[in-house]
């Protein structure tokens, strides 16, 4: 079931991320600049994602070279990454920034600004294009700089946004740590 949902997801991506942007008008209609950042995010994200995720690029990438050709990364640890983590990370932050206040939202910004990072850091490391690189340099660092910049907020909701997006990297160590750990299949094994 999961391969099955695995190859068509990113395909749902872009059908979604279309019609987010053509709801956005009326989604956002009075709403003011900083819930329409906040809300960005989610179709920003979409794109990043489907740069990233287009043919298994980057779980493939993942594998081979940052994990040395273990299968560190895999098709569940992807979706649950993407989908209730990112997906439901900027959903909740949109909701929070239009019941409490816009700066309650900066976990949205975050997310991509901390993913950007880690994009950029991956390609100094080994000195080459990694999926994703391209839309966390044109889309994130600068959408997430002016909402980080524009959008009103306090120092402990900066503080709790940055938090969140860490906190959301640091899960998915958890199971690609175990993955690593775990004895490597032999290559005799049948």
Same mark, same amino acid.
């Given at each position: !079931?999961?391969?099955?949902?695995?190859?068509?997801?990113? #395909?749902?991506?872009?059908?979604?991320?279309?019609? %987010?942007?053509?709801?956005?008008?009326?989604?956002?209609?009075?709403?003011?600049?900083?819930?329409?950042?906040?809300?960005?995010?989610?179709?920003?994200? !979409?794109?990043?994602?489907?740069?990233?995720?287009?043919?298994?690029?980057?779980?493939?990438? $993942?594998?081979?070279?940052?994990?040395?050709?273990?299968?560190?990364?895999?098709?569940?640890?992807?979706?649950? #990454?993407?989908?209730?983590?990112?997906?439901?990370?900027?959903?909740?932050?949109?909701?929070?920034?239009?019941?409490?206040?816009?700066?309650?939202? %900066? @976990?949205?910004?975050?997310?991509?600004?901390?993913? $950007?990072?880690?994009?950029?850091?991956?390609?100094?490391?080994?000195?080459?294009?990694?999926?994703?690189?391209?839309?966390?340099?044109? #889309?994130?660092?600068?959408?997430?700089?002016? $909402?980080?910049? @524009?959008?009103?907020?306090?120092? $402990?909701?900066?503080?709790?946004?940055?938090?969140?997006?860490?906190?959301?990297?640091?899960?998915?160590?958890?199971?690609?740590?175990?993955? !690593?750990?775990?004895?490597?299949?032999?290559?005799?094994?049948?």
């Amino acid at each position: !079931m999961i391969d099955r949902f695995y190859v068509h997801w990113v #395909v749902a991506t872009a059908v979604l991320l279309v019609d %987010l942007l053509l709801y956005t008008p009326f989604a956002l209609a009075g709403r003011g600049e900083a819930l329409a950042l906040i809300y960005s995010f989610g179709p920003a994200y !979409m794109l990043h994602q489907l740069e990233e995720h287009s043919g298994d690029r980057f779980r493939a990438y $993942a594998n081979s070279r940052v994990f040395g050709g273990r299968e560190a990364l895999t098709k569940l640890t992807v979706l649950w #990454v993407n989908l209730p983590g990112v997906w439901g990370l900027n959903l909740i932050a949109l909701y929070a920034a239009l019941e409490f206040g816009p700066g309650w939202g %900066l @976990a949205a910004p975050y997310l991509a600004a901390v993913n $950007a990072v880690a994009h950029c850091v991956v390609a100094l490391r080994f000195r080459e294009y990694n999926p994703g690189l391209v839309t966390a340099l044109a #889309v994130f660092i600068p959408l997430g700089g002016y $909402a980080l910049y @524009a959008v009103p907020a306090t120092v $402990a909701q900066h503080l709790i946004g940055l938090g969140v997006a860490i906190a959301i990297h640091a899960a998915i160590i958890i199971p690609v740590s175990r993955r !690593m750990r775990a004895p490597a299949p032999s290559p005799l094994a049948t």
